[in-house]
């Protein structure tokens, strides 16, 4: 009668054991998954994108770098992006053209923000996008893509 009972009783566990196993491997996926999304990592609409960018790179060129925007071929030296925590943001950067001495060119916006995505409407000028990644900024303008690191 014992050796029965204990039969018995493998045979339920050896016959539930795949259901056991499934339901151990996904609470272990469950606490995974809510372990990694509380540990620090920061979606896009929670990072906070203002501050002060400097140019690394044109074209995945390093800066100083030169590039040619339209006809014209330049040299860009450096530059620094600032976003703010108003809306508005700000390019300068320094480059020459054809030996020229080095300009520096300001432009100001205002931005709109869809997560990691800034739109942009520059004064007297049209609209840029541009996204935040960690601690980078990246957009193309007028067929560049210009790089910033914060």
Not at 74 to 91: H, L, R, Y
Request: with cysteine; aromatic share 4%.
């Amino acid at each position: 009668m014992k050796t029965t009972h204990q039969r018995l009783v493998v045979e339920a566990v050896q016959s539930k054991a795949p259901r056991i196993v499934a339901l151990l491997a996904l609470a272990v996926l469950t606490l995974a998954a809510m372990t990694g999304c509380t540990s620090g990592n920061h979606t896009a609409a929670t990072v906070d994108p203002s501050g002060v960018y400097t140019l690394l790179s044109v074209d995945d060129k390093p800066v100083p770098c030169e590039v040619t925007h339209g006809k014209t071929r330049m040299t860009i030296k450096d530059g620094v992006f600032t976003i703010k925590t108003d809306a508005t943001c700000q390019s300068l950067m320094r480059f020459s053209v054809a030996g020229h001495e080095d300009v520096t060119r300001e432009a100001k916006a205002t931005y709109t923000r869809n997560d990691a995505k800034l739109t942009m409407k520059w004064e007297q000028a049209g609209t840029t996008v541009g996204t935040v990644a960690g601690n980078q900024f990246t957009m193309t303008n007028e067929g560049m893509i210009l790089t910033y690191k914060k």
